[in-house]
């Protein structure tokens, strides 16, 4: 796509250009305010595919991107989140990081920390929050009394560092935070190994103090693909589709019963009414999330703001907690 020279060009980057790593490189690609610096991944194979597909340098070694970019998406392994991040961080570079943030709360408290430090943004790809059905969805829930979450798919061979939890749970525990916005009273978790030596299926509910409960179910060893998410409150039962941006609005109109000789009869009537949904690429609106809030600057509130994503990997380090055996680590404040 043709750049436009009459604004400031925004001088991006991606480090690791594997699943995730090699959309947000067409993203940053197909926006007109940024240049693709470079893509920057082990693989050498890759990352030269990669950058001839987009018209850009190839790296072995994110560090020689340095310094060269305004901002940077990370998608490398889990594990090595923290390192990359900080390096960029420090170097005074604004990041996107593919969720989980990092692999432990000391290491993204530490993030934030050095966020603050420097003043600039650290945003988790929490891509689900721009999906438009989801943004739709806040306009509804008002009182949720129960919330449902399924989030299954096929066994994917390539993800296998991370279990269900972080690398599929992770995105509905966030959004069903957001929602209920009323603090955790209790948390029950059960999974178990399929095809990896981490948790391939996992079932969680939780209590929330103000009496809304939410059941959450994530599978990668189902054949079929679901991403649905179903609240009910007094009055209405709202059902949403992540593959499709699809809402359903169940309102109930009017009920009856009819006593006949034979027997009691129930009837109730109810309308569904289907939202509208603006329906665009969610990752490129995360990105652009991204390079609109760094070209504000990064204000002590926002980054304030920003360390509520915690709570959805502190509630994610409890289950696995639980799942694993493992000792639990303070509930989200």
Do not use: W
């Not at 432990?104 to 600039?120: M, P, T, V, Y």
């Not at 948790?199 to 599978?219: G, K, M, P």
């Amino acid at each position: 796509m043709e750049k436009n020279p009459s604004s400031k060009t925004i001088r991006v980057g991606v480090v690791g250009v594997g699943h995730m790593g090699r959309y947000h490189a067409g993203v940053y690609h197909e926006l007109p305010e940024t240049e693709l610096v470079a893509v920057a991944d082990v693989d050498d194979v890759r990352s030269r595919a990669i950058a001839e597909q987009y018209d850009t340098r190839a790296l072995r070694d994110y560090r020689e991107m340095l310094g060269q970019v305004d901002a940077v998406s990370i998608a490398v392994p889990t594990a090595q989140h923290y390192a990359v991040a900080r390096d960029f961080l420090e170097a005074r570079t604004d990041v996107l990081v593919e969720k989980p943030i990092a692999s432990s709360i000391e290491q993204a408290e530490d993030l934030f920390h050095i966020a603050r430090k420097n003043g600039r943004i650290l945003q988790i790809g929490h891509v689900e929050r721009f999906n438009g059905a989801v943004q739709e969805l806040h306009k509804f829930v008002r009182d949720p009394l129960l919330i449902e979450c399924r989030r299954m798919g096929p066994f994917q061979p390539r993800v296998q560092e991370d279990g269900v939890i972080l690398d599929l749970m992770i995105h509905d525990l966030d959004i069903v935070l957001s929602l209920v916005n009323s603090p955790v009273k209790t948390c029950y978790a059960v999974g178990t190994c399929v095809h990896s030596d981490r948790e391939d299926i996992a079932s969680v509910s939780l209590t929330f103090e103000n009496r809304c409960v939410a059941n959450l179910t994530a599978s990668r060893v189902t054949q079929d693909k679901v991403r649905t998410l179903a609240v009910t409150q007094r009055d209405t039962y709202i059902f949403l589709d992540y593959a499709k941006q699809d809402i359903h609005v169940h309102r109930r109109a009017a009920s009856e019963h009819t006593l006949t000789q034979e027997q009691l009869r129930y009837r109730q009537e109810a309308f569904i009414e289907r939202i509208f949904v603006h329906k665009d690429n969610p990752l490129k609106l995360e990105i652009r999330h991204l390079l609109r809030t760094a070209s504000n600057g990064a204000d002590p509130s926002r980054l304030k703001d920003a360390e509520k994503d915690l709570q959805s990997l502190r509630l994610a380090v409890e289950i696995l907690s639980q799942i694993h055996g493992e000792s639990s680590p303070p509930r989200p404040s």
